[in-house]
């Protein structure tokens, strides 16, 4: 069974600092890999789709990059700010049509 | 152009009550599944939807049962509600799983069993 794994749980940074947020896998056999930001109280929306072929996808100050070999992920997040606040999930799509879940990294940019 | 619509947004329930909670898609999609949030757990699969007609189960199914039979809509029902099954309910979609496809969320549905 594929385990998806988030570290850190929290992080609390000062506005502008950029970070990294850590997402590792146990089975390599993946489709892509997916980043949310869930905000409190709502449901989660897609930021990034990295697909198993590919090494990265940027958006704006957003980067994430994969290695699937190795079983990890990591999204960049450039300049951060305080709207940047909130819970990001990332996700993988596995064979048999099933999406695993990490439990997140609660970020808060302090003004 | 709605999205994922859920309904309701909140419920409390007693144990051994059953329910619905109704998920609704505008997009076309044929790929529909519905997770639940716990505390420090992430989200679970439940069930999902390849298409209408067709359902399976994900990694908790038990107490739960879906059913599609058109496109747009996918609803969970709890047959005999346990405590246990408090938590926040999402229902997602995309064009289909091992598409790389973005899966689109609802805003959730928090349920509480007394």
């Known amino acids: 069974k594929q385990e998806v794994t988030q570290i850190p749980a929290a992080l609390s940074v000062p506005e502008g600092e950029n970070l990294v947020l850590n997402c590792s896998f146990t089975d390599s056999a993946i489709y892509n890999l997916q980043w949310f930001r869930q905000d409190p109280g709502k449901g989660l929306t897609s930021l990034l789709l990295?697909?198993?072929?590919?090494r990265e996808q940027t958006s704006g100050r957003l980067n994430a990059s994969l290695d699937k070999s190795s079983g990890r992920s990591t999204l960049y997040i450039a300049a951060s700010q305080p709207g940047d606040s909130a819970t990001y999930l990332c996700?993988?799509?596995?064979?048999?049509?099933?999406?695993?879940f990490g439990s997140g990294t609660k970020l808060n940019v302090k003004p | 152009n709605a999205g994922v619509t859920q309904t309701p947004k909140f419920q409390v329930l007693k144990t051994g009550q059953s329910m619905t909670l109704q998920c609704a898609q505008d997009?076309?999609?044929?790929?529909m599944s519905w997770y639940r949030q716990d505390p420090g757990m992430g989200l679970r699969l439940i069930h999902y939807s390849v298409g209408a007609g067709i359902t399976d189960q994900g990694e908790v199914p038990n107490g739960y049962n879906v059913s599609r039979s058109t496109t747009e809509d996918f609803p969970l029902r709890l047959l005999s509600a346990a405590p246990s099954q408090t938590s926040v309910y999402f229902c997602?979609?995309?064009?289909?799983?091992?598409?790389?496809?973005?899966?689109?969320f609802g805003s959730g549905t928090q349920l509480s069993v007394l």
């Open positions: 996700a993988v799509d596995t064979h048999f049509n099933k999406f695993y």
């Open positions: 997602a979609s995309s064009y289909g799983a091992a598409t790389n496809e973005k899966l689109f």
């Open positions: 997009m076309n999609h044929e790929y």
């Open positions: 990295i697909q198993s072929s590919q």
